[in-house]
Each structure stands twice: as C-alpha cells, then as structure tokens.
C-alpha cells in the first residue's frame, strides 16, 4: 500500500519488486499454457542469397509438428515495419540478412520443434553481400533493395552554410571516427504467448516496448482489425530499445490462429543476437572550425549509419543523428549530412540514443582535438561553447528552458579525483582523466504526435478513498508504473493508489522509447488526476452546500492528504464523505508541445519537445605495454528537470553509464561479409561487476517550464557521454589518438 | 534409463528418465515449473540460472539432470526462510536494486552463497565474486551496495 | 533424448568407456554442456563421471600432489594455493565462481581448448596425466599431452584419471589476460615457475591457434648456475631477450578477439614481467 509520503520526490519501492527478488515475477519467458505448443524460426544462414525454393514437408513428416509456415501463409501485410514497411514477415524471394526469419515450425515440445526446422530445405543461390555503409552510398554499388541504398538523408545547413560555403577559422581540426554495432544484451529473451481468442481474433502475452505499435503491425499482417488483436505487455526482462521491432508477435499469432492453440516463442541467446535490430554502426567525418581561443565558428559533419538490411527506425534515427551531430555547444554555422544506408549487415534500429550516440563520440572527440591544437584544458573549451538557455541549435531551434551544460561539466570538474595508486611504474601503468558532455531529445520529433492515455479511478473503499491508475504504458524495468503511482500520490493528494497494466484495449501510452514516459505517461497521469481532483472539489462544494455551508462551498477548496481543506486550512470534509458511492473516473490524453518537420533543404525546424542534458568523468589507469583498460572511476552529472524518483533517476544512471562503458570498450558485433561472428555471452562481451567501477551520480533538478512537472527525459543520457569521456581519458593516459570504439588493447599498443 | 529424483527447496520432485539428457535449468523450469531460475543465455556466461547443487553454488544449465539425481537444489524460493526475506532479498529491496528484475533470482543465489561462506565480504571481494553475474539495467551499484548491506557493511567500511 | 551412463564407480566407468566408445564423458559440464547446447557436440549417450568418488579425491605424495580429474577448480585454487601456487591461482581465474565449482581439471584437459588456463602450468610444473583404460593406465608428460589442431594424447577407450604435479621449492605465476577484466577469456596466458632447488626456471604458454608448451630457449638463459648462486638481479636485456624468445616460440592464431601479432606481443609482455617478479621473490627470499 503507498502512503502520502511516496508521492513525488520519494524512493518508494517498485510494486513488481518484491515479486522480482522472490523470483516470482512473470517474464513473458515463464508463461505457459497446458494445451500450448512450442514455435522455432528457421532463419537464413546467409547475409545475401535468391530463396530457390523452400521444401516443409521433412519438417511436417516428423511426429509433433502442428503447424509449419511460409511466407505464403501470411494472410495479410507480408512486410512490416514501424515507419517503412519493407521488412517480410517471412522472408520471400531474397534474404538479405544473417538470421533473416524464413519458416516457422510448431510442435508440441520445443525440441522437435527445433529438429523439425533443421529438416526444411530451403534452396539459396548465394549473392554477394553489400557489406560497406560508405560504399554502398557511392554510384553504382551495388543494390540492397531495388529503390536504392539510401534509407534516409537528413541535411541541415545552418548560418552562412545555407547560402554558400562554410566561413575560414583560424583554427580547423579534422576527424573520421568510426563506431561499431552494440547489441541492447537485454536479459530476458524475445519471448511471448500467443491465445487465440475464439473471436477470430487473438491476445498476445509479449515482451514489448509498443504494445500498440506492435498491434497496428500484427493486425496488419495477419488482415485483421485493430481490435481483433490484443496485445498484452508480459514481464519484460529489459528493453534498451531492442524491442521496438516486432519479433516473435506475428509468427506467435498467426500460428495461435490457424492451430486454435495457445504458442509460445521464447528466442535462445544465440537466437536474440539475430532477433532484434542492433546499434547502428557509423562512420563519422568532422571538421570543426574556432577561433584561437577555441570559440566554435562551424561544424562540418558527415555521418553514415549502416542501417542494415531492413529500414526498422533508421528514417527517424537518421533525422536525430544530424540534429545531436554538433553536441550541446553554440555552433554559429554548420553543415551536417546524416544517411543511414541499406546494406546487407544486420538491420538496425533503436538503442539508448537512437542516432545520437556515435555522432557523441565523434563531436566530443572534436573538442579534444581542438582543445590540443590550441593547447587549452578540455572543460574550459566545452565551457567556453556551452548551449545555455536561449541558445540556438543548428536546426535554427531556440533552447526555452534550462540548459546548464557548462553547470554539469563544472560540478564534475570539481570533484575530487580518486587518488592515485601507489605505483605507476610496474607494470608501466599511465592514469588519465576524461570529460565528456551531451545532449538528447526527449519524445518524437518532428511532428509525431507520441500522446500517452491514462485513466484514473477514485472510489471509496473501507472507509478511504482509493484510486486506480491505468496506463499501457510498457515497464521494461525502468520503473514507469511506479513513477506514475508516485504522480498519482502527489496529485491527488491520496495515499492508496494502485497502477494497473493496461492492454490495447485501453487507449496508447506511446512506445517506451526516447525517454519520453515520464513527460507524456507521466504527463497524462496528472492531467487525469487534476480532472478527478477537480470533480472532487464539484462534489465537496455540493456537498457542502447540502450541509448548509454555502460560504465554504463558495470559497476556495483543496485536496489535501484525502481532506477538503478551506482557504484557512480547515478541513472542510473528508474526501470520502464528499464522494460518498460515486466512482469518478476521469481519462486523460496527454500530448506534448507541437514540433515540426525539418525543411527539407537546409534541415530547419523546431522538432525536438525538449532537451537534456549529462556530462561524465572518466579516470582509467591502462597498462601501457598490453594496452588493457581498467575504469577507475565513473562519475555523472544529469539535469532530469524534477526527480520524481531520485533512486531509479539513479538506477538508469548507472545501468547507462555501463552500457557506455561496454561501447567504449568491449561491446561489438562482430561481421564478416555480413556475417555474425559472436552472437553469444562468450563471444560478445558486457561488462561484469568486475568491470564497471563505482559510479558517482549528481542530479541536477533544472524544471523544464514547458514540461509537466517540469520533467527531463532520464533514461538515454547516460549511455552518450559515458563512452566519450572514457576514451577521452584513455587518450590523456597514453596520448595516443583513439577514433574507434570499442578501443581495442591493440590500438593502444600497436604491434607490428 | 531410471527416473530422476531430485530434492528442490526441500521437496522431492520427478521426472522420468527421458529428462536425463536434459540441462538441470531445462527440467527445473519447463518439468517442475521452477520459472524464478531464468534461461537468459544457457551457456554458463551470465548466471541468470545459478541454484545451490549440493549446497555449492552452480549455472543450472550446465549441469545434466542426470547429475542432479538424488541431489538437493535451491533456487530462489528456497532461500526465505518461512515466508520472510532473506537479508539479500530484503536488501536488493531496500536500496532499490531491482530494475527489469531478471538477473536476480540468479544475483540473490550468488550473493546469498557467498555471504554464507564469507559474511563480510570487502567490495572487490563482491565483484570479484559475482561476476558470473551479469546485469543489463542497473550497472551493479545498487547491487553491490545492497550486498554490503546485507552483510553488515557500509561501503566506506568495506575498505573501498 | 541424449542417454546417460551412470557410472557408480571407477572401475565401472572403464568399463563402459571401452564398451560404449562413442559415449562423450562428461564431468563437470561446463565444456560439454556448451558444446551440445551449440549444436557443436551431437553425442550419441553421454558418459557421467561426475560423482565417482575415486576422481573427486586429492592426496599429497612426497614430491608431488596426486589431483583426481573430477577435481574442481574452486578446490584447487581453494585448497592446493600453499603447495602449488601456480596452478591455484591459474584455477582461481576460471570463468566464474559457478563455472569453478563445477568444472574440473580432468574436464579442461579433456576439451584441450587453446584457451585453457591450467595447460601452461601443468606443462610449467613438468606436470604429468595419468590416462587409464579398461586394460591399462600410463603418464603422459604434459608436454606430450596436447597434440595439434586441438588433439590430446588421450586414446580410444581411454580417461583422464589423474594429474600429478610435482611441488617444487619456488616460485610461481600465473598471468592472463583478456578483454574485460571479469569472468576473463584468455586472449593468452603465461606461467613461470622459479624451481630453487633444480635452479631453473620453467616457463608454460598458451594461446589461441597454438599447442600449449614450454619455452626451452627461453628457459636457457635462466641455466647459468652462478646467476642462482649469486642471486644476479637480471639486467634489462636478458629480461627483453627472455621475452623476445617466448615471442618468438609463441604461433598464436588471429580471431575476432585478437590478432596473432598482439598474442605474440603479450605473450612477451607476460613472460618479461613473470620472470622479474619470481626472479625478484627469489632474490629476496631465504637462502
């Protein structure tokens, strides 16, 4: 039960969180049925090939398979895809990616279902693969898709850059950076239960991140409507933008309806490194032009994504790739082109950034180098081009609120360093220290309506009102459904409320994604909130004048701790008295403030709802003769606007500073010709608890006045400048020029 | 091929010899309906799947069902001592640890042996110790801090 | 639907090696069990010696310590770290807490992976294996157990019994190095061990795409007798040169994970500072 003190700025504990140390908490992996049947994916072994032919019936002739299924049994959509639908639900005529899905078989066990996939014969003739994103952007590569290589292309040209050429600086730094592809590594594997409805429709029990942007695609797919499918947010063991795309949804329910049986999909380890889209792997060309004083005059940049074989979210990570491209500093002119390109790598899609990681990397390595070659510290460069309020972004957007990047770098500054260790000298060992700043939007930009729905009932029960909060809102851990149980609290003035899950049923919450949920979800639990309050205040002042106390009634009234207060403080009424049997049941629609497209010639535009804002320290010790890395210190500072929870503000801190810290030095799917070469724990590395260091957190409370509550997205930040600040002070230790992540011991100690 | 008998959480349960080729975490999660021990790579790397085999801390999936024959195993639910938490539970509870939540039932077993073997155990000692342990959400902090409270310890007195 | 034999004792567990030679033994599971969950291993039955009571024992002999191979390696970096430092200390770096309570040396030597951490102490100690049939049992000297392209010694009908490592008066060391600096996968390996009493110096080495093995010409600048006596601090070349000959011994592979060049490096790197620092215990400690 909550109480009056967890509502806002409180640390109560997570309502799934008891369950969870149980171990009784439901992932969608541990659901079953008794009458279920098990389905596996047959999926190509190869980046390119023509499908020749595709021969079941090996699959059908072993003892316990139900059902086997093509491409041609897909009744409706046969590709799928969140803004461009050109990825087969089952691939048909050509693969073009390492594990694309081509068959699924069910049976009654989960082991004939695999012996049985193994039986399919699927004729290949195999083609060369487009394997390079900067290629394949050249005239005459070779196609991925009939319409030509490029996804996407964002241009902004902002200043001087829109009329002619960039202005000369004094000072010109050039750099190619290149960062490789990151898995999201979430724990729980792609996994759901699919229950045909007996409606001719279907519910399905899944891991997700967009309950309903999972069920327009399914509904689509299978040649449903909308509300023949339901979608019913299962456990989820972690998200980090992995499960945005569809995985097992479509194969789960087409099979659950053609069978009449509930099927269950739960995807191998191995099997997850194929099943989701990664981290775009990029190549990144800047220039950056200053002043001798290292005041920023432009920023040149060129930024290819390699988005893979399928389109997956590469449109909009395109558009925020070139929108992060010049970091939090003010940047007078720049030219900034973003592509993001097919080839026949894995397809690519949402991370924790979303297209603004890599171009982190590449703009704050700039600042090292232009810090160098002017001989100036690295905070004081960042300090002296810092965004603050009312600063200007190279899309021409104006910065109405909070932006204290050169606050955060200072406090970080201003930390004592760790001290060092005794010895430095054996093994041969340097110490360094690195900063790093960024910035990232919150929501969807450029005029996407990402609204969230909440609904919000208050009854009375023994005695005490009790309220209801319900949202689809996907947890994936993060811990939304306890931030709005915390909004809920505080603005209702109520201490028992409960959150309820919500399925499609009820109206959108918005994908969990762009760390957006507690502005818009968060957002929509208020606006319902203040509509109960208000009914509230409408009941009490009937009621009091029923009471014959038409001066109260006529004054002015509050909820407060589940009374009605009077102007002096007195309590009026209880809330329970003034709402007697009445249920109110208020539902909200919260959209956040309009943005606007980019113009599509110089890329200018108010599309971001908001910005936030971190910055990192980084202090390593390397072993100068093996060039191994050892992350001695990691501190942060974030301004989340208002800190609704500060110990899970605290929680997505940590979790993305490691995630930074695997990017910046472990993590990389590994590719050969297109083909995956460690999709396993032993081969693709996370980082341990032996890896990550104790990290220190300051949060910044700087309220976002546009915002609800005054809130910051949280959940991104922390993977940006994590990254950069670690290589940044890899290079302070051993003065070599590091382009790459994840640095590897061998860039740091060449050997011939 | 003879009937597996194994003693989970202090109650015997069955399965029939075809299971005996199977991992440990197979037949505990899809047999018995042990669903808190967790498949989150089923190769050894990342713990999710750690039980007490014999007292001695293990990854369920790589061990055969064969081995475990007449053997005692603990998950999760075994470890609350009638109903209430044990300090590692109550912890990672108390310093807010849990996120999505799947590598826990795993990071409690592995955290619960090690207190038992070593009650206070200095903050390297945890990290060393749990590495087998991986998390995705919470870059182990509160993890690790909620360790040390569990075993009496602040972080300042861990000698760290 | 994989069989499993159960052996329930070790005379048993001959028998039904010779009987059933396809069967694929399996101790501690932390190799096999990967391997099959890969689909790299389809065994036809599976040969469980986990619990046979006769290779879960240790016992030290006069000169040497008697290792059963169903020995575990949170045992040998637990309990042997007084009598054979080196090959506790390359156990107590294995996988994980769980991967070392179940994996055993006998398991390691039989998978004879190129990362393996034991191999290049076993070979550094002069370690032998004891590999025991239905009809017969023979030592095989470490150096002549693994065989190229990941092959072992091990014959048809034949098991890892035991392991007998000599304990010399010394010193000794064991380094590796990986990636990240938890549950660490060897990109390679070095141990030394300073041996007083014979006055030499054994230096074992692993990494992937190579047989694990010795370093005799390496070793060779330690025979000079006058240096043990006079306990010679080791001037900077010899350290350089002694690197450089383990380099150049070393036939390391390239992977995802490393290239050949840098194993070769490393492994230089590892064999120039393990020399000083059990050359410098020696010299510091009693005559």
Redesign the interface.
């Known amino acids: 039960m909550t109480r009056l003190t967890d509502g806002i700025g409180a640390s109560p504990r997570h309502q799934d969180a008891e369950a969870k140390v149980r171990g009784g908490f439901a992932y969608s992996s541990d659901l079953s049925r008794d009458d279920m049947v098990w389905a596996v994916t047959l999926r190509s072994p190869h980046p390119h090939a023509r499908i020749t032919a595709i021969d079941t019936s090996a699959a059908w002739a072993v003892p316990g398979v139900r059902d086997v299924i093509t491409h041609r049994d897909i009744p409706g959509e046969k590709r799928y895809g969140q803004m461009k639908p050109d990825q087969p639900v089952l691939a048909f005529g050509t693969v073009r990616y390492h594990g694309e899905p081509v068959a699924v078989v069910a049976a009654d066990d989960l082991r004939t279902a695999r012996r049985a996939a193994g039986r399919i014969r699927v004729g290949y003739e195999v083609r060369a693969p487009v394997v390079d994103a900067v290629a394949a952007l050249r005239p005459g590569s070779a196609l991925v898709h009939p319409d030509g290589n490029v996804v996407a292309h964002t241009r902004i040209r902002h200043g001087v850059a829109q009329s002619g050429d960039l202005p000369r600086a004094p000072v010109v730094v050039r750099g190619e950076y290149a960062v490789k592809m990151q898995d999201q590594a979430f724990l729980g594997p792609e996994s759901g239960l699919a229950v045909p409805a007996g409606d001719g429709g279907v519910e399905l029990y899944v891991a997700t991140q967009g309950p309903h942007t999972d069920r327009q695609q399914v509904a689509a797919c299978l040649a449903l409507s909308q509300n023949k499918v339901v979608i019913k947010p299962a456990g989820v063991g972690g998200a980090f933008g992995g499960r945005e795309d569809l995985s097992v949804q479509v194969h789960a329910c087409l099979i659950a309806l053609r069978l009449g049986l509930p099927v269950k999909m739960c995807y191998s380890r191995r099997e997850s490194f194929f099943g989701h889209p990664h981290r775009h792997a990029a190549v990144l060309r800047y220039t950056h032009g200053a002043d001798r004083d290292g005041t920023l005059i432009y920023v040149q940049a060129e930024i290819i994504l390699d988005g893979g074989a399928y389109a997956s979210s590469s449109p909009a990570i395109t558009g925020n790739a070139a929108t992060h491209a010049v970091g939090p500093y003010r940047v007078p002119n720049a030219a900034v082109d973003a592509w993001a390109m097919y080839t026949n790598n894995p397809p690519c899609g949402a991370m924790r950034g979303f297209g603004t990681v890599q171009p982190c990397f590449a703009y704050e390595s700039q600042m090292d180098k232009l810090a160098a070659a002017i001989g100036a510290d690295p905070v004081a460069v960042r300090l002296r081009n810092a965004l603050g309020e009312g600063g200007r972004l190279p899309t021409g957007q104006v910065l109405d609120g909070p932006a204290p990047v050169a606050h955060l770098l200072s406090r970080l500054r201003d930390l004592p360093v760790p001290a060092d260790p005794d010895s430095l000298e054996s093994p041969p060992r340097a110490r360094g220290v690195g900063y790093a700043a960024c910035l990232k939007n919150t929501a969807f930009s450029e005029g996407f309506d990402d609204y969230s729905t909440a609904r919000v009932r208050l009854r009375v029960a023994g005695g005490q009102p009790v309220a209801t909060v319900i949202t689809a809102a996907a947890e994936v851990g993060q811990g939304i459904l306890g931030v709005v149980r915390q909004i809920a609290v505080s603005e209702l003035g109520i201490g028992d409320v409960e959150v309820e899950q919500a399925d499609t049923v009820f109206g959108p919450a918005g994908t969990t994604a762009a760390s957006r949920q507690t502005y818009v979800t968060g957002g929509a639990v208020r606006a319902a909130c203040l509509s109960v309050r208000d009914e509230i205040l409408a009941l009490a002042r009937k009621t009091l004048v029923r009471e014959h106390a038409p001066a109260i009634a006529a004054g002015s009234l509050a909820v407060r701790d589940g009374m009605i207060v009077d102007g002096s403080g007195r309590v009026a009424a209880t809330v329970a008295d003034v709402i007697g049997t009445t249920v109110i049941d208020k539902t909200a629609e919260f959209h956040h403030r309009p943005t606007y497209p980019l113009d599509p010639v110089n890329g200018q535009g108010d599309s971001a709802v908001q910005f936030g804002f971190a910055a990192h320290r980084a202090v390593v010790d390397v072993d100068l003769e093996l060039g191994l890395v050892t992350v001695v210190e990691l501190a942060t500072a974030q301004d989340v606007g208002r800190a609704i929870n500060p110990v899970a503000i605290a929680g997505q801190l940590h979790g993305g500073t490691a995630q930074g810290l695997g990017l910046a030095l472990m993590e990389e799917i590994k590719l050969d010709s297109g083909h995956v070469l460690n999709p396993s724990f032993a081969t693709y590395l996370v980082p341990t608890m032996r890896d990550v260091p104790p990290i220190r957190t300051d949060i910044v409370e700087m309220a976002d006045p546009h915002a609800p509550l005054g809130v910051r997205g949280v959940g991104e930040l922390p993977a940006h400048s994590s990254t950069a600040a670690i290589v940044a002070a890899i290079r302070a230790a051993t003065g070599r020029w590091l382009n790459r992540v994840p640095v590897s011991p061998e860039d740091i100690t060449p050997c011939a | ?1 003879t009937q597996l008998s194994v003693t989970v959480n202090g109650k015997r349960y069955q399965a029939d010899g ?1 299971a ?2 199977e ?1 440990l975490l197979f037949v505990l999660r ?1 047999r018995w309906g042990f ?14 799947c ?1 039980v007490l085999l014999d007292d ?4 369920s ?4 069902a ?2 475990a ?1 007449g053997a005692s195993v603990t ?3 075994g470890l ?1 001592d009638g109903g209430s ?1 044990h300090p590692v ?1 109550r912890a ?2 108390d ?11 795993g990071m ?1 077993m ?1 955290a619960s ?2 207190l038992r073997r070593c009650p206070r155990p200095p ?1 390297a000692v ?19 801090e909620a360790v040390l409270r569990a075993a009496g310890t602040t ?1 300042e007195a861990s000698g ?1 | 639907m994989t069989p499993v034999l159960r052996p329930r004792d070790w005379h048993e567990a001959l028998s039904l090696r010779s009987a059933r030679e396809t069967a694929v033994p399996i101790a501690g599971g932390t190799g096999v069990m990967v391997a099959m969950q890969r689909d790299d291993l389809r065994p036809e039955a599976l040969l469980d010696l986990s619990r046979i009571p006769e290779l879960r024992r240790c016992r030290a002999e006069a000169d040497h310590i008697h290792i059963g191979s169903g020995v575990t390696y949170t045992y040998i970096s637990e309990r042997l770290s007084a009598s054979l430092p080196g090959l506790a200390a390359a156990a107590g770096g294995v996988g994980s807490r769980q991967v070392r309570n179940r994996g055993t040396i006998g398991g390691s030597l039989g998978t004879a992976s190129a990362a393996g951490d034991i191999d290049p102490v076993l070979l550094a100690c002069g370690a032998d294996i004891k590999l025991t049939s239905a009809g017969r049992s023979r030592w095989v000297p470490a150096g002549d157990f693994y065989l190229p392209a990941g092959r072992t010694a091990l014959g048809v009908g034949e098991l890892i019994e035991a392991v007998r490592v000599p304990v010399s008066p010394g010193f000794q060391r064991f380094t590796k190095i990986g990636r990240r600096r938890g549950v660490v996968k060897a990109i390679c390996s070095v141990a030394m061990v300073l041996d007083r009493a014979a006055m030499r110096v054994r230096v074992g080495m692993a990494a992937a795409g190579m047989v694990p093995c010795r370093v005799p010409a390496a070793e060779e600048l330690l025979a000079d007798a006058a240096l043990w006596r006079g306990r010679t601090p080791l001037g900077g070349e010899l350290l350089e040169q002694f690197g450089r000959l383990v380099a150049r011994t070393a036939d390391p592979g390239s992977d995802h994970a490393a290239t050949a060049a840098y194993r070769r490096h490393a492994l230089a790197v590892l064999a120039r500072r393990g020399l000083a620092d059990v050359w410098g215990r020696y010299r510091e400690s009693e005559p």
């Open positions: 091929m075809s005996e080729g991992s899809e669903t808190s021990v967790k498949n989150a790579c089923e190769e050894g790397e990342c713990g999710g750690a001695v801390l293990a990854n999936c790589l061990v055969l064969a081995q024959d998950t999760v639910e609350h938490l539970q990672l509870l310093e807010g640890a849990v996120q999505c939540g799947f590598c826990i039932p409690v592995a042996d090690l903050e945890i990290r060393w110790e749990l590495a087998g342990n991986l998390c995705r959400c919470t870059g182990y902090q509160k993890i690790v972080r760290t």
